[in-house]
Each structure stands twice: as structure tokens, then as C-alpha cells.
């Protein structure tokens, strides 16, 4: 089993908690999990060469990535404070 890199439990290792509540309790954050998942894991293959692709198109995913992780450690913030 290979480690992926830039999981939000590694990225977010102190929030581990909030993000599971979030995820069973709002639908918008856990939509952002998911999609950040799903990207993450594409970006992950993509840099692995099992699903290559052009520099372009894995740009553009890691931009989506940010972004989505962007948005998913605003949330986290505001649920914390």
C-alpha cells in the first residue's frame, strides 16, 4: 500500500476530530472532502506516472487541489474558533 501524499489528516493533523464531525454534519464541507479527495488522489497518480498526464492538465489539478484545501482550512478555522 503506497502513502499518499497530502492527505487532510497529514495536512491537518490537529483537526482530525473536526473533520470527521464536519464531514457527518455538514454536507457542504463533506462535499469539499470528497472532492479534495478524489483530486488529491488523481494529482497523487498523475505525479506517479500510473496515470500520466500533461504538465497542463497536472497544474491545473494541483490548482483545484489548493484551492479546495484553501477553502476546507477556512472552514476549519471558523469551526474552531
Same mark, same amino acid.
Given at each position: 500500500m503506497t502513502n499518499t501524499p497530502h492527505e487532510l489528516a497529514e495536512e491537518f493533523p490537529d483537526k482530525a476530530e473536526l473533520i470527521h464531525t464536519l464531514k457527518q454534519n455538514d454536507a457542504h464541507f463533506a462535499r469539499l472532502f470528497d472532492e479534495y479527495h478524489q483530486i488529491n488522489g488523481a494529482v497523487h497518480?498523475?505525479?506517479?506516472?500510473? &496515470?500520466?498526464?500533461?504538465?497542463?492538465?497536472? @497544474? &491545473?489539478? !494541483?490548482? @483545484?487541489?489548493?484551492?479546495?484545501?484553501? &477553502?476546507?482550512? !477556512?472552514?476549519? !478555522? @471558523?469551526?474552531?474558533?
Open positions: 497518480r498523475a505525479e506517479t506516472d500510473i &496515470e500520466p498526464t500533461d504538465d497542463f492538465h497536472l @497544474t &491545473e489539478m !494541483r490548482k @483545484t487541489r489548493m484551492n479546495l484545501k484553501d &477553502e476546507i482550512a !477556512r472552514i476549519l !478555522r @471558523t469551526a474552531a474558533a
